[in-house]
């Protein structure tokens, strides 16, 4: 089994930085697609930011210039720096991960997810 375990979340005010981080452990034979959702109270999960499997970045209009994915392939590990944070970032995030086993299929894992709160 693999495990996505994430970290770093907390409470900021408007404006502060946090940076998320999300390990993947276990039997990983190699990482399609990496990257973070979120869910806020009362709204859908949506995508934040992540790694394709094409080797590329997608990032949600909403944060563009204000989150910036990055990874550390050697460590299996997935961070997502926030800056310029709003009330409105408020949410639970998820990471999520694509990931082939040794028999080249690839299957989704979600972790348990970090809050972020963000005050006004």
């Known amino acids: 089994q693999v495990q996505l375990v994430e970290s770093g979340g907390g409470l900021v005010q408007t404006g502060g930085s946090l940076r998320l981080s999300c390990a993947a452990s276990?039997?990983?034979?190699?990482?399609?697609?990496m990257g973070w959702y979120r869910r806020a109270p009362g709204k859908q999960r949506e995508l934040v930011a992540k790694?394709?499997?094409?080797?590329?970045?997608n990032y949600a209009d909403f944060v563009k210039g204000r989150f910036t994915i990055s990874r550390d392939n050697a460590k299996n590990t997935v961070y997502l720096q926030m800056n310029s944070l709003k009330p409105e970032d408020t949410a639970v995030y998820y990471c999520h991960a694509d990931i082939d086993s040794d028999l080249g299929v690839g299957i989704n894992y979600w972790g348990k997810g970090t809050l972020v709160t963000v005050s006004s």
């Open positions: 790694f394709t499997s094409g080797g590329g970045t």
């Open positions: 276990g039997s990983i034979f190699s990482i399609n697609a």
